[in-house]
């Protein structure tokens, strides 16, 4: 079964002269995107190859292979694509990452400068820590978070004016920060965007749905989501989706790494039953609660997160007993009106469908 690492080794040598991008050269670019690349790039142009040969200069190439998330293998996708015509060339610049603890956001994008003279602008998704997930919850509640408005502002300064054509992408958090770029930023950059990204990214609230920007850019986007999506099924998204298979199981499927690729293209597969009713469980839960019951409830789950003193999900895993007893001596000391808001809640979610979603999920992570 083939991915995005083998889709390099046989197709890395083909020019977009020959073979015009393609959605598994977005995935490529998005998963790119994570690459570490502070004190590498910055606001002027480098081409990949001198990216590739600065990178592996200040980093320990034995610590990049030994990550354990597939967000940290990023940079080793650079190995295939100096090789060949198709990436060797391209050039990268005006790299940006940001991350605030206390303003609850993280933001980090990329622009890339294809040899076929096109520009692909490619925003970073969440990289597992408490602060990345909680903007994302964010979205539940708030119609423009702080990493979205830089997403604009970010794109607002690209020059596209002599490129062929512009597109924009990520995964994740990433794509819905594409699409919410797209969608307000300036008219001129607006009208040179061809197409727009979303790899398994979360969709948007109602009111950003109806706006005029959004409903301009719409036939745009293009929605790429895994057949056990969790992740890119939360909250309203009309864009019409594009379903691949992978060779992962249940939410690990959100790797983009884990979806198959067959030549120049994704290998489809039908959206899964679960995936279809995580979709449908959360839009009711998100009709069920007004804003204010939504904060509540987003504010309550990360602040006991934050009480177990870890900084990822990850770390959560590996010291189950002690988070689970840090999270509920969490809940046990909130004042006791917060405490029944959250206990509210969390009994209107598991009636609308709450407790047989997550047996459903508990069901296909084990």
């Not at 073979?19 to 910055?42: H, R």
């Not at 979205?139 to 690209?158: F, I, N, P």
């Not at 189950?320 to 007893?325: D, G, L, M, N, Q």
């Not at 969390?346 to 047996?359: D, F, I, K, P």
Request: with cysteine.
């Amino acid at each position: 079964m083939a991915n995005i690492f083998d889709y390099l080794i046989w197709r890395a040598d083909v020019p977009f002269s020959v073979s015009p991008f393609n959605p598994v050269d977005n995935l490529v670019l998005s998963e790119l995107a994570y690459a570490d690349l502070d004190g590498v790039v910055g606001e002027e142009e480098m081409t990949l190859t001198e990216v590739y040969e600065r990178y592996f200069s200040l980093r320990d190439r034995k610590e990049v292979e030994e990550r354990t998330t597939y967000t940290g293998h990023a940079p080793l996708l650079m190995d295939e694509m100096v090789k060949g015509a198709r990436f060797r060339d391209m050039r990268l610049s005006r790299y940006e990452s940001v991350t605030d603890t206390e303003r609850d956001f993280q933001f980090a994008a990329i622009t890339f400068a294809l040899p076929d003279d096109s520009i692909y602008v490619a925003y970073r998704g969440t990289d597992g820590t408490i602060v990345g997930w909680k903007e994302d919850f964010n979205l539940c509640y708030m119609k423009e978070t702080e990493g979205q408005s830089m997403a604009v502002r970010y794109l607002d300064r690209v020059d596209a004016e002599e490129a062929s054509c512009l597109r924009v992408g990520g995964h994740s958090k990433g794509g819905n920060l594409a699409a919410f770029a797209a969608a307000f930023c300036q008219k001129e950059i607006q009208d040179r965007i061809e197409e727009i990204y979303s790899n398994d990214g979360p969709g948007f609230l109602d009111e950003v749905i109806q706006s005029e920007g959004y409903q301009k850019i719409l036939p745009r986007i293009i929605s790429i989501v895994p057949e056990t999506s969790i992740i890119g099924v939360q909250l309203s998204s009309p864009a019409k989706k594009i379903v691949v298979d992978s060779s992962a199981r249940g939410i690990a499927q959100h790797d983009g790494n884990t979806w198959l690729v067959e030549r120049d293209h994704f290998v489809t597969a039908p959206q899964s039953e679960t995936s279809l009713y995580v979709e449908q469980v959360f839009g009711r839960w998100m009709g069920n609660m007004d804003e204010q019951e939504r904060i509540t409830f987003v504010d309550t789950i990360f602040s006991t997160l934050e009480a177990t003193g870890v900084e990822r999900f990850s770390d959560i895993a590996g010291q189950k007993r002690k988070s689970i007893e840090s999270i509920f001596q969490a809940i046990k000391d909130m004042p006791k009106e917060q405490q029944q808001e959250f206990m509210h809640i969390m009994g209107s979610l598991l009636q609308t469908g709450g407790q047989t979603l997550w047996n459903k999920i508990s069901a296909i992570i084990s």
